[in-house]
């Protein structure tokens, strides 16, 4: 699997540091062949780590903090922009020397390197530039907290900087980078913190610790920032996930709800004991009288009945699904659990068809799950062979595209993504890399909605707001 490409802000940056962090550690890191390019492999060689790969994995045996080399020659980081922060960074905080070629001079690098005790020289000309590092065994923390994120390669540099510095630097980085941040720096051992600054976050780090081998697949979690938003925002959280049957919608709404301590509920159950208790009274799935009055006298016991899962009962839910009086009667109870989820969790995630459209329309984030109808047909089939129940998967898949259909053009909810919903199809994702791409993918409306909620209650603001006081920290991934 490779990673979507909007997992992070910039896989280069985040691979680069891994490759940088991989190369400080004492034994051996396996790092996923997706996140080191190709061209950043001679380099870790050249700063004295051993570099194997095979089987789509990079194997980095390092030299630990304070270990490195001076390379015999210029570290060439043109084709890979996006190490030249971390790599000046980790050759500061040494007592080395180097010459490395970019494409250009990124904002603040060489400040903040000369801040942290390096001496920089840069030469060449303006689209080859060639810096000349010598670096400080002794450096001193980077202190660039927020509220202004650092442009990302001299953030990058701090942050390596931070590695060999004593004591704690800080970080301003924005929300998506620095959950990335976060993951590599705990994976790797190093004691890391993220705290609200504003808008951004700042990455807290304390230097000279030991680090520790990491083993890096292509979907590594990204889930600090969510954290980080949930213990400061003003809560409940209303996560929504909507999309066509067997999408995996409900596979990820659990996964989500686990991962952050949310609530979960699975609205289709509501449907499918509705259209089972219509069928078991004898009456018809597309009578509204008999439909409503079933929705109405459910209780949260009947949720329990395993032939719930079932796809008569999906069948049957599909039909009452579309008469809006039975929609109406429903609504309620999702929106009474959307509020106040059980057992004081901080929010609820809610899975359906209709949760970010009209059950919860103010919800700050969205998914829509969907994948090709053969994909989820497939995946239904052996759901229900697991299960013991006899199926025929070309049955599935049409029965499949009549339910899709009559969902999709309903007069009453139809099924559709909303604008402000972020589309994920998890055709040729597993269930680990569907969650990450998830996670990843809403980070940002997360700490939005963080945002908004301490400016509404005036805890903190953007930079420059008045009461921008809030701190805290999570230690957690
Ligand atoms: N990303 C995935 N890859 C493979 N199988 C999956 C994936 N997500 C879910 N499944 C499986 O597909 C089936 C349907 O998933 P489910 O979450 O119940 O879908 P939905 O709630 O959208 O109907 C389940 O057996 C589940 O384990
Ligand atoms: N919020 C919801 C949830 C389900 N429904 C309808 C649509 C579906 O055809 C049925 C069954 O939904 P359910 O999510 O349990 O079914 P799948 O697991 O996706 O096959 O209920 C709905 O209209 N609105």
Same mark, same amino acid.
């Given at each position: ?30 790092? +996923? ?29 390092? @030299? ?17 922009? /996006? ?41 060449? +000309? ?35 900087? /931070?590695?060999?510095?004593? /004591? ?36 807290? $780090?304390?230097?000279?610790?030991? *680090? ?35 999408? /995996? ?24 004991? *509705? ?15 008999? *439909? ?83 994909? @989820? ?13 006899? $199926? ?80 805290? +920290?999570?230690?957690?991934?």
């Amino acid at each position: 699997m490779t990673l979507p490409p909007s997992l992070i802000d910039d896989p280069a940056t985040a691979g680069a540091l891994a490759a940088v962090l991989s190369a400080a550690t004492v034994g051996e890191s396996r790092l +996923s062949a997706a996140l080191v390019p190709c061209v950043l492999r001679p380099l870790l060689a050249e700063l004295g780590a051993q570099v194997a790969e095979g089987g789509g994995t990079v194997a980095v045996t390092g @030299r630990g903090l304070g270990g490195l080399r001076s390379p015999e020659t210029p570290l060439d980081a043109r084709a890979v922009p /996006g190490a030249l922060g971390p790599l000046c960074g980790l050759l500061a905080g040494h007592a080395v020397s180097a010459v490395v070629r970019a494409d250009r001079l990124p904002d603040g690098l060489v400040a903040t390197l000369e801040r942290a005790g390096a001496q920089v020289v840069v030469g060449g +000309s303006t689209t080859a530039p060639l810096l000349t590092v010598r670096g400080t065994a002794s450096p001193l923390a980077p202190d660039c907290g927020g509220p202004a994120a650092l442009p990302p390669a001299a953030a990058m540099a701090a942050l390596a900087v /931070g590695l060999t510095a004593p /004591g704690e630097s800080r970080v301003a980085l924005p929300p998506a980078l620095a959950g990335v941040a976060f993951d590599l720096l705990a994976a790797f051992g190093v004691p890391v913190r993220l705290e609200p600054a504003g808008a951004v976050l700042d990455l807290v $780090v304390t230097g000279e610790a030991e *680090t520790a081998p990491a083993a890096l697949p292509a979907d590594w979690p990204v889930t600090p920032v969510w954290l980080a938003a949930l213990d400061h925002g003003a809560g409940p959280l209303t996560v929504a996930i909507d999309g066509p049957a067997a999408a /995996g919608k409900g596979t990820l709404a659990r996964a989500v709800a686990a991962r952050l301590g949310l609530a979960y509920l699975d609205t289709g159950l509501l449907y499918r004991a *509705t259209g089972l208790a219509v069928r078991r009274a004898g009456g018809s799935p597309d009578d509204p009288a008999a *439909t409503e009055q079933a929705a109405r006298a459910l209780s949260p016991d009947d949720l329990n009945d395993p032939a719930l899962r079932g796809e008569a009962a999906g069948d049957a839910a599909s039909r009452v699904a579309a008469i809006p009086a039975v929609r109406a009667a429903l609504l309620e109870f999702q929106r009474a659990f959307a509020a106040q989820p059980p057992d004081g969790a901080r929010g609820a995630v809610l899975d359906g068809r209709d949760i970010g459209s009209v059950v919860c329309p103010e919800a700050p984030v969205k998914l829509f799950v969907t994948a090709r109808v053969e994909t @989820r047909a497939r995946r239904r089939f052996l759901e229900l062979r697991e299960r013991g129940t006899e $199926v025929i998967e070309s049955r599935i898949l049409r029965d499949m595209e009549e339910r899709d259909a009559r969902d999709r053009s309903r007069s009453v909810a139809p099924l559709v993504p909303v604008a402000d919903a972020v589309v994920l199809d998890t055709s040729d994702l597993d269930r680990d890399g569907a969650l990450s791409a998830a996670l990843a993918l809403t980070g940002a409306r997360v700490w939005a909605w963080h945002h908004a909620c301490a400016r509404a209650d005036g805890r903190a603001g953007p930079p420059g707001a008045p009461g921008a006081t809030d701190t805290g +920290s999570t230690g957690d991934s």
